[in-house]
């Protein structure tokens, strides 16, 4: 009793886990944005820093950036993204600090000044996310995703939005670099 037990909350984790999967790669394109890792990786091998820290870094008029922002940070070291540890601040409230994981090796500029963050944010972009909604409909009637979310394919879009064809091109590019290098490595 106290396996099955187990394994019903193994599968109530899991399940509320696939209800949420939006909320990693969302939270991984705002901290990109936001150059969270690399304001981080400019703090010093293995420094932590706290959101009130972080934000002072990043142009915002949010009185309350810090709490919003350590809500997104939080997901990421719930997934080890980032790592996470609790001091006592000058005020005696508990205050988290985050750092980055050998993970973040990759979303940080390397030696090479690319990393793999362009990917995720061309991946999580409104334009390849339109495609998703449409997923369902390649199995209905055939249809492409990316076709049906915008009137054109996927090679023919760039063309017609140069936003996107700069995230695309740029997220390429740096995954196409990082992926050489490790095959010439």
């Known amino acids: ?106 979303l940080v500029k390397n030696q090479d000044g690319v990393s793999l963050a362009p990917l995720v944010l061309m991946n999580q972009d409104k334009v390849l996310m339109e495609s998703w909604y449409y997923l369902k409909d390649a199995v209905l009637d055939g249809s492409q995703p990316f076709t049906k979310a915008h009137g054109m394919n996927a090679f023919e879009y760039p063309a017609m939005d140069q936003r996107f064809n700069r995230v695309f091109n740029r997220g390429m590019s740096e995954h196409s670099t990082m992926l050489m290098n490790k095959i010439l490595d």
């Open 1 to 106: 009793e106290i396996n099955a037990k187990i394994v019903n909350e193994d599968e109530w984790l899991l399940g509320m886990e696939l209800g949420n999967f939006s909320c990693l790669p969302m939270a991984m394109k705002a901290a990109i944005e936001l150059d969270v890792l690399q304001i981080i990786a400019n703090a010093g091998n293995g420094v932590q820093l706290s959101p009130r820290q972080i934000v002072a870094h990043i142009p915002t008029t949010n009185p309350d950036a810090a709490i919003t922002l350590d809500r997104i940070l939080r997901v990421l070291a719930s997934h080890s993204v980032l790592s996470c540890s609790v001091t006592t601040s000058e005020n005696g409230k508990a205050e988290r600090l985050y750092g980055l994981t050998p993970l973040c090796k990759y």
